[in-house]
């Protein structure tokens, strides 16, 4: 039974890109979770998909924008990526409701 | 604004002793909290929760406990094990559909 799965791993972008990261989550499991972890810090809630559409949403610009497909995998994309953008970024799934969420590795983006 | 806090960076323990990790927490409408483990290059994964209405919770060499008077909550890992040295974070949630608010971990070193 897989797990939460992200991709790619590994992100090196310049300022002023566009980047797409993508999470399949784990079996059974319909609601997605997005968070952006900076070096030393906890995890930030960016925002939480749920049958296609985004049910709540932390405090990040609309550069930050996703999107939930029908077999709920999940896009987090970013515009106009400035050098702060430069973390971890954390998929978690869970059932609508319940707790746990389960997180994939992540993939550690760097801005250049 | 912080509402959910690990104060302590590092905790170093020698095997076999009790490590205790301390949470503290601002917003008393926090209704579920939850401990989380992470190595590095891995995503957190998930250890022990507690709801607001127990104090304990245990799960074999793991216990939490919520003293919700003192907005203070923390886990016991008895005994301690080498495998046991990672990142630990504790998050809170106003209920089991909400985002996890997550502190900025404490990062547990077992001395053989």
Not at chain 2, 62 to 89: C, E, R, W
Request: charged share 15%; net charge neutral; proline share 5%.
């Amino acid at each position: 039974d897989a797990g939460v799965t992200q991709s790619p791993t590994h992100l090196i972008k310049t300022r002023g890109q566009q980047v797409t990261l993508r999470c399949s989550p784990k079996s059974g499991h319909d609601t997605v979770s997005w968070y952006q972890q900076a070096l030393g810090q906890g995890p930030q809630f960016i925002f939480q998909y749920y049958e296609e559409e985004e049910r709540q949403r932390g405090n990040f610009p609309d550069r930050f924008s996703g999107h939930q497909f029908p077999n709920y995998s999940s896009e987090l994309n970013v515009n106009a990526l400035l050098l702060g953008d430069s973390a971890l970024y954390l998929c978690a799934s869970s059932l609508l409701g319940f707790q746990p969420q389960h997180f994939g590795d992540g993939t550690r983006l760097s801005i250049l | 604004d912080q509402q959910v806090k690990q104060n302590s960076p590092s905790l170093s323990v020698q095997e076999g002793r009790i490590s205790i990790l301390n949470c503290d927490y601002t917003n008393s409408m926090f209704d579920y909290f939850l401990w989380y483990k992470k190595y590095p290059a891995e995503g957190p994964t998930f250890l022990i929760s507690i709801s607001s209405i127990k104090d304990k919770n245990e799960d074999g060499r793991f216990t939490v406990f919520l003293n919700k008077s003192a907005k203070h909550l923390s886990l016991h890992i008895v005994p301690s094990q080498p495998g046991d040295s990672a990142v630990y974070f504790c998050a809170a949630s106003l209920d089991s559909n909400y985002q996890l608010i997550w502190g900025a971990g404490t990062k547990l070193i077992i001395k053989p």
